[in-house]
């Protein structure tokens, strides 16, 4: 059996969190399974390389999660927002293969169609169908990723999310894949009126979980929700 690196530990323990804690109801969890293409992390970057022309940092190798799948849907038991969540996540062979859905590209002005072509998605929801996904910005002269959030239900264009890949994979493990989550490492406002429930949901998240998982720390997420709000 191959070891886990610690970026693939942390997704498992996450997996283990939603499970055990009573509070949750999981849904459709696959825990993640090595692909054996992908044991030599070396080789797996030299090959993203020739595929795409993109040398990229090699400090996201420190978080390269080999899983052909890491994912779980879920909602909370008992939440006053109807609290909820998915994640889905795979390996960056597989992330810079796949390129953005379809959509109504004809809305966006040129900038925003050139940017969503660069767009690979690095976690979204199959489950649920929300349509929303989070993206690693690929290009040539970037070696470390940009991570744009993309929800049409705000913006056809996509936020700039404040993180790295392997940071946003830090915040995943923290926030279980919670529903907006992303937004917390965008430069939007809570008040505003196509947020205010969205920040109800995350405050509610934001007092829960540190109950649930004490091993965790949420002061930066909580000063992240006090800045928009």
Same mark, same amino acid.
């Not at 994912?71 to 960056?92: I, Q």
């Not at 649930?212 to 930066?220: E, Q, R």
């Given at each position: 059996?191959?070891?886990?690196?610690?970026?693939?530990?942390?997704?498992?323990?996450?997996?283990?969190?939603?499970? &055990?804690?009573?509070?949750?109801?999981?849904?459709?969890?696959?825990?993640?399974?090595?692909?054996?293409?992908?044991?030599?992390?070396?080789?797996a970057?030299?090959?993203?390389?020739?595929?795409?022309?993109?040398?990229?940092d090699?400090? /996201?190798?420190?978080?390269?999660?080999?899983?052909?799948?890491?994912?779980?849907?879920?909602?909370? &038991?008992?939440?006053?927002?109807?609290?909820?969540?998915?994640?889905?996540?795979?390996?960056?062979?597989?992330?810079?293969?796949?390129?953005?859905?379809?959509?109504?590209?004809?809305?966006?002005?040129?900038?925003?169609?050139?940017?969503?072509? &660069?767009?690979?998605?690095?976690?979204?929801?199959?489950?649920?169908?929300?349509?929303?996904?989070?993206?690693?910005?690929?290009?040539?002269?970037?070696?470390?990723?940009?991570?744009?959030?993309?929800d049409?239900?705000?913006?056809?264009?996509?936020?700039?999310?404040? /993180?790295?890949?392997?940071?946003y994979?830090?915040?995943?493990?923290?926030?279980?894949?919670?529903?907006?989550?992303?937004?917390?490492?965008?430069?939007?406002?809570?008040?505003?009126?196509?947020? /205010?429930?969205?920040?109800?949901?995350?405050?509610?998240?934001?007092?829960v979980?540190?109950?649930?998982?004490?091993?965790?720390?949420?002061?930066?997420l909580?000063?992240?929700?006090?800045?928009?709000?």
């Amino acid at each position: 059996m191959t070891d886990l690196n610690p970026a693939e530990r942390r997704l498992r323990l996450m997996m283990s969190e939603l499970r &055990e804690a009573s509070a949750f109801e999981v849904y459709d969890a696959l825990p993640g399974v090595v692909d054996p293409a992908c044991e030599d992390i070396d080789a797996a970057f030299a090959a993203i390389t020739a595929s795409t022309g993109v040398s990229l940092d090699s400090a /996201l190798k420190d978080c390269f999660v080999r899983f052909e799948q890491c994912s779980a849907s879920w909602s909370l &038991e008992d939440s006053e927002n109807g609290l909820s969540g998915e994640f889905c996540v795979a390996h960056l062979p597989a992330v810079v293969a796949t390129e953005a859905p379809p959509t109504a590209t004809e809305l966006m002005t040129h900038d925003e169609r050139r940017r969503y072509a &660069e767009f690979r998605v690095l976690d979204d929801h199959p489950v649920s169908g929300t349509g929303a996904f989070a993206a690693l910005r690929l290009t040539p002269d970037t070696p470390t990723p940009e991570i744009w959030y993309h929800d049409f239900h705000y913006n056809l264009g996509g936020f700039r999310m404040a /993180l790295d890949p392997c940071r946003y994979l830090d915040a995943l493990t923290l926030t279980k894949g919670t529903f907006g989550w992303q937004f917390l490492f965008c430069d939007v406002s809570f008040a505003d009126d196509d947020f /205010l429930g969205l920040g109800d949901e995350l405050g509610e998240m934001l007092d829960v979980f540190p109950r649930l998982f004490p091993d965790h720390d949420y002061t930066d997420l909580q000063a992240r929700l006090r800045e928009r709000t």
